[in-house]
């Protein structure tokens, strides 16, 4: 048999497509990638974040403030969602994630922009994801020159000087020098841990089952939550030295400070861990082979990377994107691990964000669980 032959070649191909058909998971994932991507990147992700919280701490409250919030708030970036009393009351959203920018006007504030005194704007911003606020402070540059044009006419007209009536201060909080890696490394540390928590427990029941010795497990007297306890045990072992050797890597060549308490971190990352443990085991009981199994880890982990605010401003995404990546563990841990190392943020500040993740695990842990008995019968 010489030459080669077009029928033979499209019985392969015939044969070879049969298979992927049959594999659906893996059609799935041909077919599904491209689609969640294309979603994704088209409709989620927006690198230029507008309507982004803000408080206003106005101590004077002239025609000339109300013009100066309302030209913010035109510009789109800005979106007043608080009014605190005191420049104190502003400090404590800040520090729990509730606006990203506080604009303090001070006292006599239109007084003196009319004596031509220059008077000082300060705006704080929160610079732990510098991305985030890069566009909103150069939009705030331009707004400075535009606000009160309509404003300062007729005989105030002489106060419209080429510079900007007032000084505006800006004081990044957290990240003062706008440091990118102050944002990415501290992110690192859950996008590694997700990857390889999900990833290492998906593949624990999958080789049972490959080897052969899963009949061995299922003749021993070993009840379903001790047989989880124990399978998810030692991964949690391995996680917390990733996170050592990650973190000392962080302090070490990166130069990421710790603002907050070490054990308060410790204790958030053992609920994070086990959440991404659950996930794994429930695809481990859910893939038939290994190859399945580091399929669905997939899955999980495209989303959770893209839809949690790692790489791209969450408060960027639609409300649709936002909801979902509300659900990630990842998004909550971000947000702890960031608010913890720079910003010194203690339990009352992070408990908004570990509910979530306690949430997450006892339905995982509890799917896990539901799946592995059904696998005992």
């Excluded at 409709?43 to 403030?65: E, H, Q, R």
């Excluded at 044009?149 to 990044?172: M, S, V």
């Amino acid at each position: 048999m010489t030459g080669f032959s077009a029928a033979r070649m499209a019985a392969v191909f015939l044969k070879e497509f049969q298979q992927m058909l049959r594999d659906r998971l893996t059609f799935a994932m041909a077919v599904g990638i491209p689609v969640l991507q294309l979603v994704l990147f088209g409709y989620a992700i927006n690198t230029d974040p507008k309507g982004l919280p803000t408080a206003v701490v106005a101590a004077d409250s002239g025609p000339l403030t109300r013009s100066l919030v309302a030209a913010l708030q035109n510009t789109g970036y800005f979106h007043v969602v608080a009014q605190p009393a005191s420049e104190a009351e502003g400090d404590e959203l800040m520090a729990q994630g509730r606006v990203q920018f506080m604009v303090v006007v001070p006292p006599q504030f239109e007084r003196r922009l009319l004596r031509g005194e220059q008077p000082a704007l300060y705006l704080a911003v929160d610079a732990t994801d510098p991305a985030a606020s890069g566009n909103a402070l150069a939009a705030l540059n331009l707004m400075a020159t535009q606000a009160l044009a309509h404003d300062l006419a007729g005989p105030l007209a002489a106060l419209q000087p080429r510079a900007p009536p007032y000084e505006l201060r800006i004081h990044r909080r957290y990240n003062p020098e706008g440091l990118s890696r102050y944002n990415i490394v501290p992110g690192l540390v859950g996008t590694i841990l997700t990857m390889t928590m999900v990833m290492l427990t998906s593949l624990a029941m999958t080789r049972e089952r490959e080897r052969g010795t899963m009949e061995n497990l299922l003749a021993t007297p070993v009840r379903p939550m001790e047989v989880m306890a124990g399978k998810i045990l030692p991964y949690v072992v391995i996680g917390y030295l990733q996170l050592g050797v990650i973190l000392t890597a962080a302090w070490v060549l990166f130069e990421v400070p710790m603002a907050g308490s070490f054990a308060l971190l410790m204790a958030m990352i053992g609920v994070f861990i086990l959440a991404n443990l659950a996930v794994g085991f429930t695809f481990s009981t859910l893939a038939r082979n290994q190859l399945q199994a580091m399929q669905m880890t997939f899955f999980f982990f495209l989303p959770s990377i893209l839809l949690s605010g790692f790489m791209f401003p969450f408060r960027g995404m639609p409300g649709w994107a936002q909801t979902l990546g509300e659900v990630l563990p990842l998004t909550h841990f971000l947000r702890i691990v960031r608010g913890i190392l720079l910003k010194g943020s203690g339990f009352a500040e992070l408990a908004p964000e570990l509910w979530p993740m306690l949430a997450f695990l006892a339905v995982a842990g509890g799917l896990a669980l539901a799946r592995y008995r059904q696998t005992l019968d």
